[in-house]
T-cell receptor, first 113, second 113 residues
Framework: AQSVTQPDIHITVSEGASLELRCNYS??????LFWYVQSPGQGLQLLLK??????LVQGIKGFEAEFKRSQSSFNLRKPSVHWSDAAEYFC???????????FGTGTRLTIIP | DVKVTQSSRYLVKRTGEKVFLECVQD?????MFWYRQDPGLGLRLIYF???????EKGDIPEGYSVSREKKERFSLILESASTNQTSMYLC????????????FGSGTQLSVL
């Protein structure tokens, strides 16, 4: 069965520092990969997605993610975080022909001044 | 803009009650999903539907059922609510195929006492 692992439950980063959130998936086929963000008290918003082509994808709010097939990973990055980036981040995976989207357990990001 | 409406933002029910959570979309989208979100567990798929009267079990269907009599409405039913079903319930729709993003409703926070 498809699964997603986000190994970091909580990350604290200083404002202006770089950020990388990890995501690994398991399954055999080519995945469709997503990163969603949930700000406190808000719904989930799509940051970016990958389904084919260039393995480095750009998203909203200055985020990017890189698909590495050999590592079954899709890590999210941002070169310089802002206080408004404090939120919970979810990685998700789906596969062609399977309507189900599976989410990871989430990484909570705290930004310190 | 796509609109996904969940009828209640907060709901308090008693153990053993039958509970209906409603989700309505304002477009003609086939795919609708019910997730529950719990701290440390992320989003877990309960049921989804890809057309009227069609439904598929997700990862945690036990204790739940669904109904989709009309395309715009997807209902989640707790036949006999239990305290371990206290959670945030999120409805989502997908505009197209598997590689398209989900649009989420604002959620229903259900407390079962």
């Amino acid at each position: 069965a498809q699964s997603v692992t986000q190994p970091d439950i909580h990350i604290t980063v200083s404002e202006g520092a770089s950020l990388e959130l990890r995501c690994n998936y398991s399954y055999g086929a080519t995945p469709y990969l997503f990163w969603y963000v949930q700000s406190p008290g808000q719904g989930l918003q799509l940051l970016l997605k990958y389904f084919s082509g260039d393995t480095l994808v750009q998203g909203i709010k200055g985020f990017e993610a890189e698909f590495k097939r050999s590592q079954s990973s899709f890590n999210l990055r941002k070169p310089s975080v802002h206080w408004s980036d404090a939120a919970e981040y979810f990685c998700a995976v789906a596969f062609f022909g399977n309507e189900k989207l599976t989410f990871g357990t989430g990484t909570r990001l705290t930004i310190i001044p | 803009d796509v609109k996904v409406t969940q009828s209640s933002r907060y709901l308090v029910k008693r153990t053993g009650e039958k509970v209906f959570l409603e989700c309505v979309q304002d477009m003609d989208h086939e795919n609708m999903f019910w997730y529950r979100q719990d701290p440390g567990l992320g989003l877990r798929l309960i049921y989804f539907s890809y057309d009227v009267k069609m439904k598929e079990k997700g990862d945690i269907p036990e204790g739940y059922s669904v109904s989709r009599e009309k395309k715009e409405r997807f209902s989640l039913i707790l036949e006999s609510a239990s305290t371990n079903q206290t959670s945030m319930y999120l409805c989502a729709i997908r505009l197209g195929s598997t590689n398209e993003k989900l649009f989420f409703g604002s959620g229903t926070q259900l407390s079962v006492l």
